[in-house]
C-alpha cells in the first residue's frame, strides 16, 4: 500500500482553446466583504507599522511570523515580453481586519474569512518534491523538479505517486497585491494564486504557504522561513532566501528586507545578501525604496528610524519625537502620535507639521487624517472630507465602504492633489482586501473572489461536484447547472474542452462519450422523470427514457455500460425504491423491480444482473436474490446482493443476516463478498469490507468513497489511498488516475 503525497505537481488551467498539449490554458480561482461601524484605513504602501491608538497595523498574515511588505511605483510598458523581467509598478496592501491600522507603504489588503470561471490565458504547472519520509522541501514547493525555470504551457504529468492540482479555489482572501500585468492573492488558508491582469485568469497556484508579496513584477512566496523569488511574468526562478522574521520587498522589486530578534537584512531578488545591521528589530515599521530602507524598531531604539543605503550598507540615524505610527508610501516622510496630537516629519528629523488630530497614511504631498485628505503645508484644511464605515489603503489609494448606496469610492492622493472615483464593486463584508496600481485595481473577498475595476470576477463559486469515467474524461460543476469538460492529456494530465449545461441530477459514461441527467421529458413537461442523454463533448441529444416515477419522487442515481448503450436509474418516495434497467438506444426496459440496490451493468453493455430487496417493516437483505438479464431476457438468478461488475462475466456479491428496519440495508449484519460468476458460480470470497458503491478501474480493482481507496478485488489488499478527511467527490479518471475534489480544490492523483 502507498500514498499519494510523495510528489506534487501544482497547476491553474482554464478553457481549452484547442485540443492538445501545446495550446495555452488559463486556470480560474474564485472570489467578497461589511463593516457596520466606522473605522480607520486600513492597509497602505510601502511600508510596514505596529498597532498604535487608532489606525491599527497592517499586516500580512504569515503564520510563522508577522510581516509587511511595499510595494512598488514604478511603471513599465505591460507590452514588454513575458521573459523580460519588467519592473513593474506593483501595489502590496494588507489589512487582516476592519480594525487595523494601515501598513506603511504596503500595496497589499488582507481580509478575513469558492467558484472558477473559465478563462483564456497561459496556465504553468509547478513540482514540489517530497521525500520519503514525507517532509517537503520549502523552497521546491511551486517550483519544477531540480530548480529549473517553470514550463507556461500543459498542466505538467508526474511520476507516481503524485498529485497535480488542476484548478484551485480560493478561501477567504487575507492578502492582495497587484501590479502592472499580475494580481497576486493568498487566502486563510495559505493558498497562494495569481492571476494575469488582462482577464483575471489564472496563471499560477501554490498553497501551504507563510507569506507572499508581489511588487514590480516579483513574486515572493514563504514556506516558514524559506522564501523562494520568481519573476511574476514567466515564473523564472530568481533566487531563494533563509529569511524568518518579518518580510517585505522593495518597491522597485529589486530587493528583499527581513527583521528579526537578531539584524534587518536585505537581500537581491537572487538571494545575495546586500546589508545587515545588528540589533533587535521587532515589531517594524519599514518603508522600502529602491536605493534606501527607512526602519523603525522601538525594540531597536524607541525614539529612532533608521535610513539604510542598500548601496554602501551605511546606516544614519534620526530622532523624533512621540511614538511612531508610520511612513509615507512614496517617501521617507514620517510621522508620530503623542496622546492626542501627532507631529510629522522630514526624512532629515524636521519637524514639518505638529498639532491635535490623527495622521492614517500619507502620500506625496498629502495626508489622510481622521476628517479626510490635507495638504502636508496645511493640515487643519481639509480637502476633501471622507465618511465611510469600511476601508482599505494600497499605495496612494483609499479605497472606502460609504454608509450607503452609491457613496463607496476610492480616493488616489496624486500630485495634483485628492482624485475621489467611484467604486462601484465594494464588497459589503466586515472583511475583505484591496490592491491599487496604477493600471487599475483589484478587491478580494471573504468568499475568496478577486474582482478589478472591469468588473472581472475570477470565480463565481465552489467545486460543487465531481464525476468521471475511466476512459479519461470528468466533469466538475463550477457554477451552477454547467458542468466543466476534463480530458486526460498523456504527458499533460488533464486540460479544459468546453462545458455542458444540466437541469438535473448527472453523471458521465464510464468511457466518457455520453452525460446523462435525471429530468423530466424535454418534450413533454408534464411527464413523468427519466433519464436524458446526451453526447460528450458537443451535447448532441441521444434520447430520453422514461422512467415509472412521478414528478415528486426523488433521484437516487444511475448506472450505465461503459457506452452508455445500457442504462439504469433509480428513485424513491419515502421508504419504496424502485429500478429500471434498460436499453438507451431502444428505450426497451430490461428490468423493473422494487428495490434500493442499483442494477449492475456489464461494462460490454450485454447484461445487467438486478437484486430484488424488500421494503417496509423489517426489511432486510438476508434473502435478497440476484437476477440476470442478457440482451434482455433472464437467464439466471443467484443470492446474495449484486453490487456491480468487476469485468464482463463476474460480478461482486454481498450477503447479509439479521432482521432489518423500514429499509433494507440498514440494520442487518454483513457477512462478506464473493466474486461469483454470472451463472452462480462463487469463484473466491474475498475479505472485502461491506462496499456498497464502487467504480471499476481495471478488470481487478475498483475505487470506493470515504476516503477514497481502491481495492485489489482478488487479494482485498488496498492499493492506494488518500487520507483527507475534506474530500466529498472522487472519480477513477483512469486505470492509473483518481480525480478527488473537497470543493475547493480539483487534484488528479497518479496512483500508479
Request: charged share 20%.
Amino acid at each position: 500500500m502507498f500514498h499519494a503525497r510523495t510528489q506534487r505537481l501544482v497547476v491553474l488551467t482554464g478553457l481549452l482553446a484547442a485540443y492538445g498539449c501545446a495550446d495555452p490554458v488559463a486556470a480560474q480561482i474564485l472570489t467578497e466583504s461589511s463593516s457596520g461601524e466606522s473605522e480607520p484605513p486600513v492597509g497602505s504602501d510601502g511600508a510596514t507599522g505596529s498597532t498604535a491608538p487608532g489606525p491599527t497595523t497592517n499586516e500580512d498574515d504569515d503564520d510563522s511570523a508577522t510581516t509587511s511588505s511595499s510595494s512598488g511605483a514604478h511603471e513599465v510598458d505591460s507590452s514588454s515580453s513575458p521573459a523580460t523581467e519588467a519592473a513593474t509598478t506593483s501595489s502590496e496592501a494588507t489589512s487582516s481586519a476592519d480594525t487595523q491600522q494601515p501598513t506603511e507603504g504596503s500595496a497589499t489588503s488582507t481580509g478575513e474569512t469558492s467558484t472558477s470561471d473559465p478563462t483564456n490565458g497561459a496556465e504553468v504547472g509547478t513540482t514540489d518534491a517530497t521525500s520519503d519520509d514525507g517532509s517537503t522541501d520549502a523552497t521546491s514547493e511551486g517550483t519544477s523538479t531540480g530548480g529549473d525555470d517553470v514550463e507556461p504551457s500543459c498542466p505538467l504529468d508526474c511520476a507516481p505517486p503524485c498529485e497535480v492540482v488542476l484548478s484551485q479555489t480560493l478561501g477567504p482572501i487575507t492578502t492582495l497585491a497587484r501590479d502592472a500585468t499580475r494580481i497576486a492573492a493568498r487566502d486563510s488558508y495559505g493558498e497562494v494564486a495569481l492571476f494575469d491582469t488582462a482577464a483575471l485568469a489564472g496563471v499560477y497556484s501554490e498553497d501551504d504557504t507563510t507569506w507572499m508579496a508581489l511588487s514590480a513584477g516579483v513574486l515572493a512566496i514563504a514556506h516558514g522561513d524559506d522564501v523562494v523569488l520568481r519573476s511574476s511574468t514567466d515564473l523564472t526562478l530568481l533566487g531563494e532566501v533563509f529569511a524568518g522574521g518579518e518580510r517585505g520587498l522593495a518597491v522597485d522589486g529589486s530587493y528583499l528586507w527581513s527583521a528579526d530578534g537578531e539584524a534587518m537584512r536585505t537581500f537581491a531578488t537572487d538571494g545575495t545578501e546586500l546589508t545587515s545591521t545588528a540589533g533587535e528589530f521587532t515589531d517594524v515599521h519599514v518603508l522600502a525604496l529602491p536605493d534606501s530602507l527607512h526602519v523603525h524598531a522601538e525594540s531597536y531604539a524607541e525614539h529612532t528610524v533608521l535610513h539604510v543605503d542598500i548601496a554602501s550598507g551605511i546606516v544614519e540615524q534620526v530622532e523624533f519625537e512621540g511614538e511612531l505610527i508610520g511612513w509615507f508610501g512614496d517617501v521617507p516622510r514620517f510621522w508620530s502620535h503623542q496622546a492626542n496630537a501627532y507631529r510629522l516629519y522630514e526624512p532629515d528629523g524636521t519637524e514639518i507639521a505638529f498639532g491635535v488630530g490623527t495622521i492614517v497614511h500619507g502620500w506625496g504631498d498629502y495626508v489622510i487624517t481622521g476628517a479626510g485628505v490635507a495638504h502636508v503645508d496645511d493640515l487643519v484644511t481639509t480637502l476633501l472630507p471622507l465618511t465611510y464605515t469600511s476601508s482599505r489603503i494600497s499605495g496612494p489609494a483609499l479605497a472606502i465602504i460609504g454608509g450607503g448606496p452609491g457613496t463607496s469610492a476610492i480616493v488616489v492622493l496624486d500630485a495634483d492633489g485628492p482624485d475621489s472615483q467611484y467604486f462601484p464593486s465594494a464588497p459589503d463584508e466586515a472583511s475583505w482586501a484591496f490592491a491599487w496600481d496604477p493600471a487599475g485595481w483589484a478587491i478580494g473577498d471573504h468568499e475568496g473572489v478577486v474582482r478589478d475595476d472591469h468588473d472581472q470576477h475570477s470565480s463565481i463559486g465552489s467545486i460543487d461536484r465531481l464525476v468521471g469515467g475511466i476512459g479519461g474524461r470528468f466533469l466538475t460543476e463550477l457554477e451552477p447547472g454547467v458542468q466543466s469538460i476534463w480530458d486526460v492529456v498523456p504527458g499533460c494530465t488533464a486540460l479544459r474542452n468546453g462545458s455542458v449545461s444540466t437541469v438535473g441530477a448527472f453523471d458521465i459514461s464510464p468511457d466518457g462519450s455520453v452525460i446523462v441527467e435525471w429530468m423530466q421529458d424535454p418534450k413533454a413537461w408534464w411527464a413523468q422523470r427519466g433519464s436524458h442523454f446526451r453526447g460528450l463533448p458537443d451535447g448532441e441529444e441521444l434520447g430520453f427514457v422514461a422512467s415509472q416515477a412521478a414528478s415528486l419522487t426523488n433521484h437516487e442515481g444511475f448506472s450505465m455500460s461503459d457506452d452508455a448503450t445500457l442504462a439504469a436509474h433509480m428513485w424513491s418516495s419515502g421508504d419504496y425504491f424502485e429500478s429500471d434497467a434498460f436499453a438507451r438506444e431502444s428505450e426497451t426496459i430490461w428490468a423493473n423491480v422494487g428495490t434500493n440496490v442499483m442494477p449492475a451493468l456489464a461494462p460490454d453493455g450485454l447484461t445487467a444482473v438486478v437484486t430484488d430487496a424488500p421494503w417496509g417493516f423489517g426489511a432486510s437483505y438476508e434473502d435478497s436474490s440476484s437476477t440476470v438479464y442478457s440482451g434482455g431476457v433472464f437467464t439466471d438468478v443467484f443470492d446474495g446482493v449484486s453490487w456491480g461488475f468487476i469485468d464482463n462475466a463476474r460480478v461482486l456479491v454481498s450477503h447479509y443476516e439479521g432482521p432489518g428496519c423500514n429499509i433494507a440495508g440498514e440494520c442487518e449484519d454483513f457477512v462478506g463478498t464473493d466474486i461469483v460468476e454470472l451463472d452462480g458460480t462463487v469463484v473466491q470470497s474475498t475479505s472485502l469490507p461491506d462496499l456498497r458503491r464502487f467504480q471499476r478501474v481495471d478488470d481487478s480493482s475498483i475505487l470506493v468513497d470515504d476516503p477514497p481507496r481502491i481495492f485489489d478485488v482478488y487479494t482485498s489488499e488496498i492499493l492506494w489511498s488518500l487520507d483527507d478527511e475534506d474530500v466529498d467527490d472522487s472519480a477513477a479518471i483512469g486505470e492509473d488516475l483518481v480525480a478527488t475534489s473537497d470543493g475547493l480544490s480539483l487534484v488528479v492523483h497518479r496512483w500508479r
